[in-house]
């Protein structure tokens, strides 16, 4: 596995899966010669793990995670059920805050963001909104990989949101913010 790779993150539903776009996705990505980052969940997050590592074909990239967990007593307590399977490098953190409260400078959802030189966002609640809004705050280029705004809370200001089900469409994004 090549180290200097770039890394997009990819966000979404922590319970639902959407399948079809997340495999879509994780395949592609595997392709692209990128590390995924994701939350390392179930849902979107495990989808697209799987279909990044069980891609065909030759992957260079890993399937990063920065997963949330707590200090108890002076100890790290990971948050049961993280690491999905198929996260290859899993990222421990202390910090616990997610969902509505993922802006916070207690939410993991900052390094995911940070660490990415592109954002794929696939449909998701408000966990996915606050990391569409830091993607916004720290500039980076982002796209959704979904059929509309409708598979988001309304929250989500659609005004110059560029949404996608073609995958052609998205390895043009991600060849032009990777480059």
Request: some cysteine; aromatic content about 6%; hydrophobic content about 40%.
């Amino acid at each position: 596995m090549k180290r200097n790779l770039p890394v997009v993150a990819v966000v979404g539903s922590g319970s639902e899966a959407h399948e079809p776009l997340a495999t879509e996705v994780g395949r592609l990505l595997a392709g692209e010669g990128v590390h995924l980052c994701c939350g390392g969940g179930g849902g979107v997050m495990e989808a697209v793990c799987r279909a990044f590592v069980t891609a065909p074909g030759s992957r260079r990239g890993l399937a990063i995670s920065v997963l949330p967990g707590n200090i108890e007593e002076g100890r790290h307590a990971p948050r049961p059920g993280y690491p999905n399977p198929w996260v290859e490098l899993p990222m421990h953190s202390h910090l616990p805050l997610s969902g509505i409260t993922g802006t916070s400078a207690m939410s993991r959802n900052h390094l995911i963001i940070l660490s990415a030189a592109a954002v794929v966002a696939l449909p998701g609640g408000a966990g996915t909104l606050s990391e569409i809004s830091l993607a916004r705050m720290y500039g980076k280029p982002w796209i959704a990989f979904a059929e509309g705004p409708h598979q988001f809370p309304d929250a989500l200001e659609c005004e110059g949101v560029t949404f996608t089900t073609d995958p052609w469409e998205l390895r043009a994004f991600l060849r032009r913010a990777l480059r």
